[in-house]
């Protein structure tokens, strides 16, 4: 999807507040956000935003001189989570719909998400789990899901943030056995975003494939992905994908794509008639079809 | 006083919102925007927040070719303030200490502010007025204001927005018979603040001399007003500035000055200990000795 210009305020402040996370230097910040406010100034706007945040990231990344700006934030995500992964993963055995408490909790962890939100905010991630298996989610969506994964002979699965993916793996021990796994991840430091290393510390190369995509943007910008993703992208007979940058990514792709995220932004809500904090189990054609009985004909 | 990291996304997004109010255009809104970034990015922040918003004010007249993009937000303002106006006079009059009561309605009147809060809020405008009377103000400082008026022989009274202007002549009626009045405005319209031919529709020139001070910024930066108002503000024995913008421009400087206003940046309420929403009665060497409290040496 394109970026909007409710987008441009957004980009700014997302951009203060990472450059507070990691450094405490108000001169260089400065330095840092005056750079960052002339790249927005020239920014195309019918690219998408997690487009421009990964132009932000790449700036916030050299001005301070450091590769990956929130391994600390990401070690914390993968310790909360990995404390918690036990119990869940009891819980979901518990349950007479275990997929659907599986889909919920891979939701749940989408909380975990230090790019629109840049504080760490123990009572919010907490709420994300408890509720987890109370909040609102189209069960319909869930049961179309649970059908795609047992006619699929592949799917990708694309992550979205470290310690999100501790519960991604929850759902994956959830797909049936026959099904072939493959766990797309960024190929560097991106926000919080997973890589490789961050698959592997939630133990997800023990039960699935896991392939970088090539790139250091939030999300999935397929022109910038790799060859080897992009063919791994096109044979899937499935893709699931999480998270609302790979949401804003591949919304308006030309094939059958999953997605499951929470709704962290005000335009996206808008533009689809959801609420900000919405937990949601889509499909590119159900997106099509949202937007086509809201405007009959573009929007 | 100086503008703050902080200051540069709420910059974008009350740029973002004046323009919305005033243009529908997005790809003029687009251009205008970047226009925008690009000036906050070569702003020296060692200068006030109003002379960021002055520059990108008129950046907006300019780009979207109007020379007063608030007369009709300005038009309503006016409207409104004089439909409540004699039941306030009357309200004012039968309190046991109406001085008191024209400060806290004068105040009041600041909730019309259309730089910081962009869209017209009817329960917030309400409810500023109907809880008027019973707002928690320093009492004490409205004491020492009132001394104050009756030891001075004349005052300076600056204006912050149109509206306000109504609720502000309140006040001036309060203040004693003998003290000679100027009401400061600006020279062309920002935002919604007023000019002297608001204050004349405020009925002000009726009861006060009316000078502007030869600028287009908001709040009141010495350096760029007229010589005449520069005079009339060195030789005034008391000075009452109304509202964020004239604190903004002159809480540093080197005389004594009455500030009445809301609090609407939170900045402004964690610099000084103040809460959002809040309404202040204050002075400059006040505001200096809740620095000198707070940090020991320089804040």
Redesign the interface.
């Known amino acids: 999807m394109r970026s909007s210009?409710?987008c441009?305020?957004c980009f700014?402040?997302q951009a203060?507040e990472a450059g507070?996370q990691v450094c405490d230097d108000?001169l260089l910040?400065?330095k840092v956000?005056?750079?960052i406010?002339?790249e927005?100034?020239?920014f195309d706007?019918s690219l998408s935003p997690p487009e421009m945040g990964q132009k932000i990231h790449r700036i916030l990344r050299e001005e301070m001189n450091v590769l990956d700006p929130y391994r600390q934030v990401k070690e914390n995500a993968s310790m909360v989570a990995l404390s918690m992964v036990d119990n869940i993963r009891q819980l979901i055995d518990e349950q007479t719909m275990p997929f659907d408490a599986a889909v919920r909790f891979s939701i749940a962890g989408n909380i975990l998400d230090f790019g629109l939100i840049s504080a760490w905010d123990d009572s919010k991630i907490m709420d994300s789990f408890q509720n987890a298996l109370e909040k609102p989610v189209d069960s319909k969506m869930i049961q179309q899901l649970k059908n795609a994964v047992h006619k699929a002979e592949n799917v990708l699965f694309l992550a979205d943030n470290v310690g999100e993916t501790v519960f991604d793996k929850l759902l994956i021990e959830q797909l049936p056995d026959h099904l072939d796994v493959t766990y797309g991840v960024k190929a560097s430091p991106v926000i919080n975003d997973a890589t490789e290393v961050d698959a592997v510390v939630a133990g997800i190369d023990k039960i699935a494939r896991v392939i970088n995509n090539g790139t250091d943007a939030p999300g999935t910008p397929l022109e910038q992905c790799s060859g080897r993703f992009k063919q791994c992208f096109r044979s899937a007979d499935l893709i699931i994908a999480k998270g609302q940058a790979n949401f804003e990514t591949l919304n308006e792709v030309g094939r059958e794509i999953y997605f499951l995220t929470q709704i962290k932004c005000p335009q996206i809500a808008r533009y689809y008639e959801y609420e900000v904090g919405e937990w949601v189990v889509t499909t590119t054609s159900e997106l099509r079809n949202i937007q086509v009985v809201e405007s009959g004909s573009e929007r």
Do not use: A, F, W, Y
């Open positions: 210009l409710e441009i305020p700014v402040r203060l507070q108000e910040l400065e956000m005056k750079r406010l002339c927005i100034s020239g706007l």
